[in-house]
């Protein structure tokens, strides 16, 4: 007992010496969201709702001037358990522990000021580019987009030019067959080790020089140049042709612009894709694009604003030997589309009228009508979480969706955000058999404290 005190005292003493040296600030939010929804389907099929919460916790350390850390981690919580058999609904529901009741590390990095013009970053990361439609952080989902790696980041009076190395997937860490083995695994037999450094190193890494342009003329604020190569070399011995373990060598390459004058603002963003993947037995070439055009009108009654919004991106057509159905990469997903997420870009081409106002510094309303087609009847479309829906092969119209919403902030950091959504199905939907033609209504609301 008295050597466990003499080991606390120490440790305690140590942390108030680093203390005085360096500063810790820290930041939390909690989120409660409820969603209500009729005929999700699009059929009569009834009503489901749900609870969801998340609690987000993050520390920034500083050890003088050229050092900081960053970490940040969550809580995840659908209320109640799945349901299924194995769970108890009188005690504590022990299957639901790992999905129900963990805590996430959502990134955890340090930045290095090199000098005043070049700071290094090491870690796992957001990466946010342009305006976010092509990487974003996410933070609306319930788990944000972040990508571990390296960054370096040079900034002069004419840029901030940004080059990232980030890896996506390492499957010689995975154990998906016995020739992929964790490296130098102290488990591992030298038959093991053997079999391994025979095989290829099979990973996907991005490679990222993105440019912010900082010297603009007064009617332009943004200016974005980034080029991404995605490359994944072929995972061995898999006998397998899914997309997801094949060579590929794509390179993404856009711009992003915006800016305003005389009320009037504006933002263009363009993104294309080329390249080849390589399953198996075929090689396919990799063609697609996205263009995302808004322009938008504010005047002083109530600080409201107006604004169009017109999207395509591309899909495979008839009879193309290539991959043309556009890759939505990480981009911002809940604030593109409509509001109520039922499509994902990739084959997506719509347009949306909105309407927005703020009554005071906290007040916000909102009401945006979008109209959805498919850009290529012979390709499908996706939901955010990739699943394709099912569609009639000689319809493009998917259908159209309002959104009315409203914003409140109070003292304390509390905001309260109130949403209906409508969906109601095109010809794409309603001309399945059996038919979709059930309007799909969604309610939601959303609390949000800041500490």
Do not use: C
């Amino acid at each position: 007992m008295k050597k466990l005190t003499a080991i606390l005292a120490s440790v305690a003493f140590i942390g108030s010496a680093y203390a005085a040296d360096s500063e810790v600030s820290q930041n939390a939010e909690f989120r409660l969201r409820y969603k209500y929804d009729q005929n999700a389907d699009r059929t009569d099929s009834g009503s489901k709702d749900a609870w969801y919460s998340r609690v987000k916790w993050g520390s920034t350390f500083r050890a003088g001037e050229k050092f900081t850390g960053h970490l940040a981690v969550l809580h995840n919580s659908t209320f109640g358990v799945s349901g299924v058999a194995g769970d108890m609904h009188t005690a504590l529901p022990s299957a639901e522990l790992n999905t129900e009741n963990a805590l996430l590390v959502q990134s955890a990095y340090v930045n290095w000021m090199i000098s005043n013009d070049l700071m290094l970053k090491v870690g796992r990361m957001p990466i946010v580019i342009g305006d976010e439609r092509v990487m974003g952080e996410n933070d609306y989902l319930a788990n944000p987009y972040a990508f571990e790696g390296f960054g370096l980041g040079y900034e002069s009076e004419f840029a901030h030019v940004g080059f990232y190395g980030l890896k996506l997937a390492d499957f010689s860490w995975n154990s998906m067959n016995d020739n992929l083995v964790r490296p130098n695994d102290g488990g591992a037999t030298d038959t093991d080790n053997a079999a391994s450094s025979s095989a290829k190193d099979p990973e996907r890494n991005l490679y990222i020089v993105n440019v912010d342009f900082k010297s603009l003329p007064e009617f332009l604020n943004m200016a974005n140049l980034h080029i991404i190569a995605d490359n994944q070399s072929e995972v061995n011995n898999l006998g397998t042709a899914d997309s997801n373990y094949s060579k590929r060598e794509v390179t993404r390459y856009g711009v992003a612009i915006g800016g305003e004058a005389a009320g009037v603002d504006y933002r263009v963003t363009y993104e294309a894709v080329g390249g080849t993947t390589e399953d198996n037995t075929t090689e396919t070439d990799v063609e697609s694009n996205m263009m995302d055009i808004e322009l938008g009108y504010s005047f002083d009654w109530m600080a409201s604003r107006v604004h169009v919004l017109h999207h395509t991106d591309s899909g495979t057509g008839t009879g193309s030997t290539k991959n043309e159905t556009y890759d939505g990469f990480f981009y911002e997903k809940h604030y593109n589309a409509g509001l109520m997420d039922l499509f994902g870009w990739g084959n997506l081409t719509y347009s949306t009228l909105g309407y927005t106002m703020n009554p005071s510094d906290k007040s916000e309303y909102g009401l945006g009508y979008t109209m959805f087609t498919r850009t290529e009847k012979a390709s499908s479309v996706s939901n955010l979480m990739g699943s394709s829906y099912t569609l009639v092969n000689d319809e493009d119209d998917l259908g159209s969706e309002i959104d009315l919403y409203a914003k409140y902030k109070y003292d304390g950091g509390l905001d309260i955000l109130t949403r209906v959504g409508m969906f109601t199905p095109g010809a794409a939907f309603t001309d399945l058999t059996p038919k979709q033609d059930e309007n799909h209504m969604q309610f939601f609301v959303q609390a949000r404290w800041k500490f």
